[in-house]
């Protein structure tokens, strides 16, 4: 039997090959088809049991499916594999678009909606319909049949644009490698990342050490290597990725340029073609903000907020790298060096020290241990068939060892995986003819593989990455809802569905946290408390920096998706420098190409969205300053969060989880406090 096909269990890794998809596919688009067919040609009032139901039914076997195939391609990419993907895409996608375009299926919903019906159904079910509805107006459903076509068009065309944009980032960022032969040229690398880089060449069948521009390679070359010039080939490198500027060893069609320009002309007329003015309208109505201008304005409020503390950093940074490094002119790949030697200075510690202290099987334990005193659950090692030998997969079990949940962990770089760190769902809770269906989680990272017989060693800011993402992982996996559509992340406003992730984050620097998941990977001492104090000073080192190019990136987003003139009055590059120049104090050089690698708006679910992080965070800061005030390891408001705002998902508006959590609608301070940023 084709693996894809099997949804009996888990899915069957170790089977899957790229011979499985185009059939499995292939089946169940015809076995959706001719159920959409029979739904239509019944002659009874819709209800939930007897159209719902089976539609929800039919598309989650497809999404389950095609979710395997997809996942594969993040993880485990090669040329076969990639193929029969971006073969199956458009496939996937016009079976969606016709969907959301279909009159008749609308009209059901519509029925139901208004039939006698519809009180009878839970909380739940009503948002399904309700969420239902809307996305049938979006998607195209009320267009006229003449306009259907090009509606549908657009979707094809965007879904293969957006996974080119993600191939070429992922080519780009895997062809380029830095051999550097002479240790002297090496200086200032610290042992842990000389020792990986080196083992790299070996596998290279070089000499010397390899460097290349994965996170894990990349970020311990700039915030540590005293070699300016290797620095400078480095960010030269990764800032042209995917570019018109080609690094040794680029393809000229791995270019994203014209992409972002097609991807933005497709989306402005894909919003024109259903009322809105701009895409970004159109994203907006189905989130929490009302208005582009209304998100603006929440950015540009924060830009003001934190702009006297970024004009600050800078001084000082520019003065230290001047009068202590002998850089006359700081340039943008001597900041993250320039950054860490004056947090080493005024904080006399380095994140390379921190780092000795959070080896990988204590900071699982640690993590574990947090959810399971805050939540009441226990997280267990389990088995599955995975993708990658260095896959782990664990079951969360109730205080009654009740399986609640499972995950996949995928902490590692590689060079078939793309880069980043995200949570995807692989299950989702619902009800079925043959009980609750148990929720499953992917868990991906992008960290330093263990080397030397030594365990894998995270930076803290490493350990608020995995805390992130599991953040996302407790919210799919800990719902109690019930109705596909609205389980876990499903049917939560974008905006909201950081609020668990970042939520998370917090417990990262919380002393009575830190003692149960730290370790010395030598000594075998926990963090010792001078060096917690230390990072506790630390912490918001440069946040004033920081919280302004999150803005920058959400405003260039936002801009793009509201004004990108079709008329190509203005490029993407001029509203960028435009952005900049209106909010940000640190200016890149004028090869730099970010926005070429900008995958969260131009592969991911982010465009008009990139605001979320920090709208999101408003909210998660809020959150977790009742746990200040009731005691950070407090069970009870543990209990709240996991009942109010995890177990319900998307049933209810996000903002109505949030009063029901936190007794109040939010409010800025606590953002602004945790970051250093409130002023007296």
């Known amino acids: 039997m084709n693996p894809l096909l099997d949804f009996s269990g888990l899915p069957r890794f170790a089977e899957i090959k790229p011979e499985h998809v185009t059939p499995a596919v292939d089946e169940l688009l015809a076995r959706n088809r001719a159920l959409v067919e029979q739904l239509l040609a019944a002659d009874v009032p819709p209800t939930w049991g007897n159209f719902v139901q089976p539609f929800e039914d039919a598309n989650e076997h497809l999404t389950r499916a095609w979710g395997q195939v997809g996942h594969l391609n993040m993880v485990m990419n090669a040329p076969e594999l990639r193929e029969v993907y971006n073969a199956n895409l458009p496939k996937v996608t016009q079976y969606y678009a016709e969907l959301s375009q279909n009159l008749a299926l609308y009209r059901k919903y519509k029925a139901i909606r ?100 994965k996170a894990p390679s990349y970020g311990p070359v700039m915030q540590y290597a005293d070699n300016r010039a290797l620095r400078e080939r480095m960010y030269r490198a990764y800032t042209t990725r995917a570019s018109e500027q080609l690094a040794e060893g680029a393809k000229a069609d791995w270019d994203n340029t014209p992409l972002m320009s097609q991807i933005l002309l497709l989306r402005g007329e894909e919003a024109r073609m259903l009322g809105f003015a701009n895409y970004a309208e159109l994203s907006l109505a189905s989130k929490m903000a009302e208005t582009p201008a209304q998100v603006a304005e929440f950015l ?35 900041i993250g060096y320039a950054s860490e030697k ?12 921190v780092k000795q202290y959070f080896p990988e099987d204590a900071v699982l334990a640690g993590l574990f241990g947090l959810v399971e005193a805050l939540f009441g659950l226990k997280v267990r090692p389990s088995a599955a068939p995975v993708w990658h030998e260095a896959v782990r997969f664990f079951d969360i079990r109730d205080g009654q060892d009740v399986l609640v949940g499972q995950f996949y962990l995928d902490l590692y770089a590689r060079a078939s995986k793309r880069g980043g760190a995200w949570m995807d769902d692989a299950i989702t809770r619902r009800r079925t003819a043959r009980g ?30 995995l805390f992130h993402e599991f953040g996302h992982g407790l919210h799919h996996l800990l719902t109690q809802v019930e109705e596909l559509g609205v389980s876990g992340i499903s049917g939560v406003e974008w905006d909201a569905v950081e609020l668990p992730s970042q939520f998370m984050e917090n417990f990262c620097w919380e002393w009575d946290v830190l003692q149960g998941m730290t370790r010395h990977a030598d000594s075998g001492e926990k963090l010792p408390r001078s060096l917690y104090d230390k990072m506790i ?10 919280m302004l190019r999150q803005i ?109 959590f936190r007794g109040r609608e939010p409010k800025i301070d606590a953002l602004l406090r945790h970051n250093g940023l409130a002023t007296e």
């Open 114 to 213: 208004e039939g006698g019906g519809y009180v009878q159904l839970n909380a739940a079910q009503k948002k399904v319909i309700e969420n239902e509805l809307r996305d049938f107006r979006l998607g195209g459903a009320e267009l006229p049949e003449e306009q259907k076509a090009r509606f549908m068009a657009i979707q094809e065309e965007l879904s293969a644009l957006c996974s080119k944009f993600s191939d070429n980032l992922l080519d780009a960022t895997n062809a380029y490698t830095c051999v550097v032969e002479s240790e002297a040229e090496i200086a200032g690398i610290p042992p842990d990342e000389r020792q990986v880089a080196a083992e790299a060449a070996q596998q290279a069948g070089r000499q010397g050490w390899l460097f290349t521009l």
């Open 300 to 334: 540009h409020e924060l830009a003001r907020r934190a702009r006297p503390f970024a004009e600050k950093d800078l001084q000082e940074l520019r003065a230290f790298a001047e009068t202590n490094l002998g850089m006359k002119k700081m340039e943008a790949w001597d």
């Open 342 to 353: 004056l947090r080493q200075q005024r904080y006399a510690f380095s994140e390379q020290e």
């Open 436 to 465: 609750i269906q148990t929720p499953v989680a992917y868990l991906n990272c992008n960290f330093a593989a263990p080397v030397g017989g030594r365990p894998a060693l995270f930076t803290h800011d490493e350990v608020i990455t």
């Open 537 to 546: 000073a630390a912490k918001n080192f440069q946040s004033g920096l920081q």
């Open 552 to 660: 920058e990136f959400s405003l260039f987003d936002l801009r793009l998706h509201s004004d990108y003139d079709a008329a190509g009055k203005q490029s993407i590059q001029q509203m960028l420098d435009e952005v900049r120049a209106e909010v940000a104090v640190l200016i890149p050089p004028a090869f730099n190409r970010f926005q070429n690698s900008f995958s969260h708006i131009f592969a991911g679910g982010y465009a008009a969205g990139y605001y979320s992080y920090k709208w999101a965070e408003v909210l998660s800061a809020d959150a977790y300053s009742l746990f200040e005030e009731n005691g950070v390891l407090d069970a009870a408001t543990g209990s709240h969060f996991r009942q109010e705002i995890l177990a319900v998902g998307g049933s209810r508006d996000a903002m109505d989880s949030f009063i029901a």
